[in-house]
């Protein structure tokens, strides 16, 4: 009675759907305007183009520049335009915002030119539990994608899935 042992997983035809595949590659790193305020209240134009025009751009080669402002101030729009012009030559990417609001959008960017009439009568799992810190959206955002498509979709790995959706049989009468 030896039976050879079978991987019941490998041969259910699930496809594992891991989201860290989407995560941003680079490091992010921060661009503080609270470093070029005038008493961390005020933004003085004329000192603060000097101060970018001054500034070592080159240290943000390929990275993911988030600009914010630590500082309790009103911060004019046109101050983030102006780091952006003067970064954009040097960055991977730039963001206004902190780094969870990034991940949001990167996720949402990547995940809404998802083909996801590939997986067209598929049974998917969208893998759980993983090294980056993938935002809750991202698994909200490929649900709402993959729904229309999918045969079912589940949360976790293929030998413990938490069931999400499953498509209805429809009876066609003759």
Known sequence: MDQPLINKVASSGLITINLEDFFPKGECVFFDLKEYLFMELILKEKDFREALKAHY??????????????????????????????????????????????????????????????????????????????PAAAYVALTKQLRPYAQSIMYGEPCSTVPIFKQTKTLTKN
Request: include cysteine.
């Open 57 to 134: 751009w080159e240290q943000y080669k390929g990275k993911n520049l988030l600009i914010i402002c630590s500082a309790d101030a009103i911060i004019p729009v046109w101050a983030y335009m102006l780091v952006a012009t003067h970064a954009a030559p040097f960055v991977k990417d730039i963001f206004q915002g902190t780094a969870e609001e990034f991940y949001k959008a990167h996720f949402y960017n990547a995940l809404i030119h998802l083909d996801a009439t590939q997986y067209e009568g598929k049974r998917i799992v969208i893998k759980g539990c993983g090294e980056q810190p993938v």
